[in-house]
């Protein structure tokens, strides 16, 4: 039970007149501190009680003085303005804290499977840094969802099929050099992407041969799908270097080929059903009864599109995994998209439609001059990832030089800062990187957070501090403000964990690590840890700095970020 549900209980004990569930749904958190911990506004009560709310505020005040859980209870206005006893407050929020194995995570989702599509990388296309923002956001729902028990499959869903791999297959024959291409990796297939197009500018009949290896394609021709399949090979490995930097991995990549077979089953699906309907020679289902544009499901040519595949994957990936949420992660001009295939899912009957969920994302960009581009117009996700474990690599041999294992340091808070900078605001916000915002160690960023928890673990390393101590803190030790402050932000982190996850939004993970860091350095600065003034104190303000280290080992975990223990 938490201290909002504590403050409910004993309120109940003063207002027979109000049910529990009445209580709390009235009880609210004020927004200044000198409003107390809790507040009890009374205008719903005018009405039952017949008296003005600022008389009943004074009442209710008046009852409450009988309680010793509340240090002062006072009636401003229309307002209970309560004032929780410190060393309830901190006995209550140790009990919570050390009644559970891992503080903030539950197993509520237990039984349950979300299925996440994200990344899903273009093959044969440069991983850039606009594939960032998919990646990092997808990969932070994951690891929320999974806090609370629930089992997630992640999805790679690869766009690995398509005309363009006509033209990448042409430009290759005619121009590519198999040796150069397998030295040059994805850059050594973008620079024959770009090829084609310049010379299909002066020949288009380089486009119809395009059209016909892609054809080939389609009819299971050995020879085009050979070199399909190197150019999936040479993505891949590429692609996987970026994931092992970034520590993200993927349970499937099934991307659009694996559904070359399993699109006839809903596209006659729909044909049974009357849904499918001819127009200007296309096939399409009719979505004008939503406010729609209509859903393309066959082009003329009888080809398939995006909609198509997205309609299988989604009926294979319910038969698969039976998901109690299936979530897709793309940028925000892709909801016309899906709002269209989750509209023809529900008409097809699927009542699980309703639990297909698009999260939108804006766009990245980034501060001009400060990045070098290859071609002019493309940074690759790598180059950038490894100019952050550079210029933190610098940073730290100027701050620490003996630093141990400096190389893997490094690659944790530099990567960290990349992935933090990314997920400090909400998601559908567009971001700008600047290096300046990412690697600052003392700002509201990936390294300052890293450098607090690192702070945290070199007092607990140096007191030899064990989890057992726990049991034995003595909440009256922590009754200081600046103790107060970290408990109740401690407090909260199952709720911030639950919030994030509902909305599908890591920033509140972001915002809140930094809101826990900010505390405990001020609580460091003001509290003498290792030499306080006795034992007890000593003891209490260790057990407070460890359970600061869990929360922001566990918040940064839950973002995608590292946290190591030296820096």
């Not at 009943?56 to 309680?67: F, G």
């Not at 141990?404 to 916000?429: M, S, T, Y």
């Not at 600047?434 to 070199?458: C, H, I, M």
Request: aromatic share 10%; with cysteine; glycine share 6%.
């Amino acid at each position: 039970m938490g201290i909002r549900e504590y403050v409910g209980s004993e309120f109940a004990k003063i207002l027979p007149e109000l049910s529990l569930e009445q209580i709390n749904t009235i009880i609210e958190a004020p927004k200044e501190k000198a409003m107390g911990d809790y507040a009890f506004p009374c205008f719903r009560l005018a009405k039952d009680f017949r008296r003005a709310p600022a008389v009943i505020a004074q009442e209710i005040a008046q009852r409450a003085e009988s309680l010793d859980f509340f240090e002062k209870v006072e009636a401003v206005g229309p307002y209970v303005n309560m004032f929780i006893s410190r060393e309830k407050l901190a006995s209550i929020i140790l009990e919570e804290y050390n009644a559970s194995e891992c503080f903030g995570s539950s197993k509520e989702g237990a039984g349950k499977t979300i299925v996440l599509d994200y990344s899903s990388i273009n093959i044969a296309k440069p991983f850039h840094i606009g594939h960032l923002r998919t990646t990092v956001i997808g990969n932070s729902i994951h690891k929320l969802y999974q806090f609370l028990g629930y089992k997630t499959v992640r999805i790679n869903h690869l766009g690995d099929w398509g005309t363009q791999f006509g033209k990448m297959a042409v430009a290759y024959e005619m121009w590519g050099d198999p040796q150069l291409v397998e030295q040059k990796g994805i850059r050594g297939l973008l620079e024959l992407y770009v090829r084609f197009h310049d010379e299909a500018k002066e020949d288009p009949s380089l486009d119809d041969k395009a059209r016909e290896y892609f054809s080939r394609m389609e009819q299971g021709d050995e020879h085009v799908l050979s070199l399909w399949r190197k150019f999936v090979d040479i993505s891949l490995k590429e692609v996987s270097r970026v994931y092992d930097l970034l520590d993200v991995q993927f349970d499937s990549y099934n991307g659009e080929s694996f559904y070359n077979d399993k699109m006839e089953r809903p596209i006659q699906e729909l044909k049974d059903k009357g849904l499918l309907v001819e127009s200007e020679g296309a096939m399409i289902v009719d979505l004008s009864d939503s406010d729609m544009p209509p859903c393309i499901v066959l082009k003329k040519d009888g080809s398939t599109l995006y909609a198509t595949r997205d309609i299988a994957a989604a009926i294979y990936r319910k038969e698969t995994y039976d998901f109690d949420k299936c979530i897709y992660v793309t940028a925000f001009d892709q909801g016309l998209h899906f709002a269209q295939v989750f509209k023809v899912l529900e008409k097809m009957g699927y009542s699980w439609s309703k639990d297909l969920v698009h999260v939108p994302y804006g766009l990245v960009s980034l501060e001009s001059g400060k990045l070098s581009t290859r071609g002019g117009n493309v940074v690759f996700l790598e180059d950038l990832l490894t100019e952050a474990i550079q210029k933190t690599r610098d940073i730290i041999r100027e701050k620490n030089p003996d630093l141990d294992n400096i190389e893997e340091v490094a690659r944790q808070v530099g990567v960290g800062a990349v992935v933090f900078h990314d997920l400090f605001n909400n998601r559908i916000k567009d971001v700008t990187f600047s290096w300046d915002k990412v690697l600052n160690f003392d700002g509201e960023t990936g390294p300052y957070v890293q450098y607090t928890f690192a702070r945290a673990s070199s007092i607990l390393r140096k007191a030899q501090w064990a989890k057992t101590e726990m049991n034995k803190i003595n909440p009256a030790c922590l009754i200081d403000q600046y103790s107060q402050d970290l408990l109740k932000l401690i407090e909260i982190f199952p709720q911030r964990v639950r919030e994030a996850a509902d909305k599908l939004e890591p920033y509140i993970m972001t915002r809140y690590t930094v809101a826990v860091a900010t505390a405990f350095n001020k609580f460091y600065h003001e509290n003498s840890i290792l030499g306080a003034e006795n034992e007890e104190l000593r003891a209490a303000r260790l057990g407070l700095t460890a359970m600061v280290a869990h929360i922001l080992q566990s918040g940064l975990d839950l973002i995608g970020v590292k946290a190591p223990e030296k820096m």
